[in-house]
């Protein structure tokens, strides 16, 4: 059906001429039913309007560069079909609960150093030599942290938290689900190194267990598991006898 | 964030009523110590606040609780993470034993509410 049109409503805002942002709508040819949202904003970008900023690198759901809100929802938009609003407008923003820096695009520094503050890598109390060997796991050692490790920090968890939105300082979901991935490890040893950041009041204990994170996330990761589990192993590491044991 | 921000999704505002749920039950609770107290003025002068405004709060209160409840005990599957003999307890067998210990607790303390009551 060449003549089928779908109507986006991006976003846009130039911090330079614009007090707020506005809604800007495009009528685009909708050719193919495999089409999806950034899809979509490409078009518009190449045909319609080049000023559209917005991020996207892989367009196969694996950088989590191109989060955005569609139609309300956190969502990776090289994973949002087309098909699944048509024939509503979508209507895309920016995340939700970040600065905005210009149209689709968000403020990213918050995150980028809190990711960095749980020290997400294996830590080590003394480096073995690369001449001794790797470090071997079994199969069920794996399975303790492979589901944390698939996170892609799309934010996506972020925009959904509305304990984030209302409290910045809250480490937040995919930061300690990232923790939990290295703590549980069983080749790293830096637990206590990342326990001042996730066991404080604006770590994990800030979380009232809203579980928008795991819904939203494109990756099936759990984080509000994660940010529920750390929080009962902080508690027994201070009730129990030796909980602070290495 | 706006103010209605737990109008946009059905999981925020479930959330919202979930969290909401502890506020009247505070507020029974500080009632009943009331009530505790005023019993300790000896049974003889003691009459229990029994009027049907107070009751239908109490019903409310209670499924409220137990709602509350319900939503804690659920969640239970998924923050308890136990190893028995090496292998990973599943979280219906955790759900299901945090029901069973509340409906034991339950029972156990209204047996002895009813035992010393009489």
Not at chain 1, 229 to 241: E, G, S
Not at chain 2, 83 to 111: E, K, M, N, T
Request: charge should be neutral.
């Amino acid at each position: 059906m060449p003549d089928k049109k779908v109507t986006i409503q991006a976003t846009r805002f130039d911090p330079d001429h614009d007090e707020k942002p506005r809604l800007q709508s495009y009528e685009i040819p909708f050719s193919d039913e495999s089409m999806v949202v950034l899809d979509a904003l490409n078009y518009i970008k190449s045909h319609v309007d080049g000023s559209l900023s917005y991020r996207w690198s892989c367009r196969m759901g694996i950088c989590g560069s191109c989060g955005m809100m569609v139609n309300g929802t956190p969502k990776l938009t090289c994973n949002a079909f087309l098909r699944e609003y048509w024939p509503r407008p979508v209507v895309v923003e920016p995340l939700n609960n970040f600065p905005l820096i210009r149209d689709l695009v968000i403020d990213m520094d918050d995150f980028m150093h809190k990711l960095k503050s749980i020290k997400p890598w294996i830590i080590r109390k003394q480096e073995i030599p690369l001449g001794s060997g790797e470090h071997r796991q079994t199969n069920d050692q794996i399975d303790e942290f492979r589901q944390f490790s698939e996170c892609i920090n799309c934010m996506l968890c972020y925009a959904a938290c509305p304990v984030y939105g209302l409290n910045n300082e809250f480490l937040g979901p995919a930061a300690t689900a990232l923790a939990r991935r290295y703590n549980l490890d069983s080749r790293d040893q830096g637990l206590t190194q990342r326990l001042p950041v996730i066991a404080d009041t604006e770590g994990v204990w800030e979380c009232s267990f809203v579980g928008e994170c795991s819904v939203v996330c494109p990756k099936g990761v759990d984080p509000a598991k994660a940010i529920q589990q750390t929080k009962l192993d902080t508690t027994m590491r201070f009730v129990l006898p030796f909980g602070n044991r290495e | 964030m706006p103010t209605s921000w737990w109008t946009r999704s059905r999981n925020y505002f479930f959330y919202v009523v979930r969290e909401f749920t502890a506020l009247p039950l505070a507020l029974w609770l500080l009632w009943l110590l009331v009530e505790i107290k005023r019993a300790g003025d000896g049974p003889a002068r003691y009459s229990p606040h029994g009027s049907a405004a107070f009751v239908v709060f109490s019903v409310v209160v209670l499924l409220f609780a137990l709602y509350h409840s319900f939503t804690f005990l659920t969640l239970a599957g998924t923050i308890i993470h136990l190893r028995v003999i090496d292998r990973p307890v599943p979280p219906s067998l955790i759900v299901l034993s945090q029901f069973g210990l509340w409906a034991v607790a339950s029972g156990v303390i209204a047996f002895v509410l009813i035992w010393f009551g009489r």
